[in-house]
């Protein structure tokens, strides 16, 4: 199995046990620490992430020329859309109702995908392309790294909103995240600008977010 690919599950687990952690229950009804979203709105997205792999790993018909990377965030409306774009209503909406039967069956359902990629990835092909939610196509393990940003990121975000440790995570895992995340900054906001976020402070920008 690829690197990708592992390191895809290896964040996956991280997310289910984090789900499954007491504080996630015990806060599920209160805000978290996004805007706009509940612990249990943001907890149904995490999980939603597994959801999507799933999705991608099954059958969904004829594949287009896959795009890149880049091409699939400068496509994507979410991006750097506001809090009340359709968008992102309708992420919101998608988390809490992922979460609507509770953290118990969210939990269960969560670790049951995960079961079943372990055992999908290892046997796809090296050239696999899916289709995406959003129509167009991506090199599977592309696809995979655009669920590990979502996985390391909210994993930090619910961590944070119930008050206990961001999950630790081997290189193997963060580094991708942060070269991605990285590129992403750089082709938003200009080499300049992250650059000097990183070696400058007297003269880093504002912010150099990726989203």
């Known amino acids: 199995m690829g690197e990708t690919r592992q390191s895809y599950l290896l964040a996956a687990e991280s997310a289910v046990r984090l789900l499954g952690h007491p504080a996630v229950a015990a806060s599920w009804d209160k805000p978290s620490a996004l805007v706009e979203f509940s612990v249990a709105g943001l907890a149904g997205h995490l999980a939603h992430q597994l959801v999507r792999v799933g999705e991608a790993l099954s059958p969904n018909g004829p594949v287009q020329e896959p795009i890149s990377l880049l091409e699939h ?6 991006v750097q859309a506001g809090l009340d774009h359709e968008s992102n209503l309708s992420i919101r909406r998608g988390g809490e109702a992922a979460a609507a039967a509770g953290p118990a069956l ?3 359902r969560s670790q049951a995908l995960l079961d079943m990629q372990r055992a999908a ?6 050239d696999r392309v899916v289709i995406t939610p959003a129509g167009w196509s991506l090199k ?7 669920r590990l940003v979502e996985l390391v990121v909210h994993c930090d975000d ?3 909103s119930v008050g206990v440790d961001t999950p630790a995570l081997p290189s ?3 580094d991708p995240v942060v070269e991605l995340l990285a590129r992403l900054a750089v082709h938003r906001h200009g080499p300049t600008a992250v650059i000097r976020a990183l070696s400058r402070a007297e003269r ?8």
């Not at 965030?73 to 979410?78: A, E, K, V």
């Not at 880093?204 to 989203?211: G, Q």
Request: proline content about 6%; overall charge negative.
């Open 73 to 78: 965030y400068m496509r994507s409306p979410w």
């Open 106 to 108: 969210l939990l269960e």
């Open 121 to 126: 990835l290892a046997s796809e092909l090296a």
């Open 140 to 146: 599977l393990d592309d696809f995979l790294l655009t």
């Open 158 to 160: 619910l961590a944070a």
């Open 172 to 174: 193997s895992v963060i």
């Open 204 to 211: 880093a920008p504002a912010t150099i977010s990726a989203f």
